[in-house]
């Protein structure tokens, strides 16, 4: 038995020695995250799979959130992805405050350190409209229902250290700091840079083409 199974690890070493590092590889350098919801619409749509840089803040212990050494932080507007203990799932969402920033937000409209953000209408339909949110210098799309929501507007928030406070870009229809408060920089993975691979859910899960390596603003 053993020797049989010595053997297929022989004849097997240079596979298994393939899946050993991209599995390293995935872990500690650099991923794909598969994005079922639409809290991120209009930005990063369901069905997406986003490419995700491990290495943009951390060095980590392979297959752990033990950090070796911090390369960066993260920024106002960042897309950050996080294993979010409050939630107990994966999230995607983007970054609007850092520590030692006040966050408000009213109406939909952020005030950050007292600064009200710009907003220019982009689109709209009968429901939504989507406007261009000038974040700090990042400018990107937000989704607003026309009628609002229970989560368009909260009070000051003053952010800790090694704490940062995420939204969803679709703002009506985001869990995100408003729901399960704000998010502990130890479960930042990483930075999502662009789109790999898109499936379109109401098409049959045919790729959208159009979506192939799509820089995400």
């Known amino acids: 038995m053993r020797q049989g199974l010595a053997r297929v690890l022989r004849e097997n070493r240079s596979i298994l020695l393939f899946l050993t590092l991209m599995l390293l590889f995935r872990s500690a350098c650099a991923d794909w995250n598969h994005v079922p ?21 951390d060095i980590r212990v392979p297959f752990t959130h033990i950090s070796l050494a911090r390369l ?19 999230l995607v969402k983007r970054v609007v405050g850092i520590p030692g920033d006040a966050v408000e937000l ?16 982009a689109s709209e339909s009968p429901l939504f409209r989507e406007v261009r949110e000038d974040l700090l210098g990042v400018e990107h799309l937000v989704r607003l229902h026309k009628r609002g929501s229970a989560m368009s507007s909260f009070s000051p928030v003053r952010v800790p250290q090694d704490y940062y406070l995420a939204l969803g870009d679709n703002r ?32 049959h899960y045919l ?11």
């Open 37 to 57: 919801t639409g809290s991120m619409k209009p930005t990063i749509l369901e069905g997406d799979y986003i490419l995700v840089d491990k290495m943009a803040y």
């Open 72 to 90: 960066g932080e993260p920024e106002h507007g960042d897309i950050v992805v996080f294993d979010s203990e409050a939630s107990g799932n994966r």
């Open 172 to 203: 009506d229809n985001s869990a995100d700091s408003r729901v399960i408060g704000l998010v502990p920089r130890k479960e930042i993975v990483g930075r999502a840079h662009k789109v790999v691979l898109s499936l379109d859910y109401d098409n």
């Open 207 to 217: 790729p959208r083409r159009d979506r192939f390596l799509q820089q995400l603003l």
């Open 106 to 121: 009213r109406n939909n409209r952020l005030i950050i350190n007292g600064q009200p953000l710009s907003y220019t209408l």
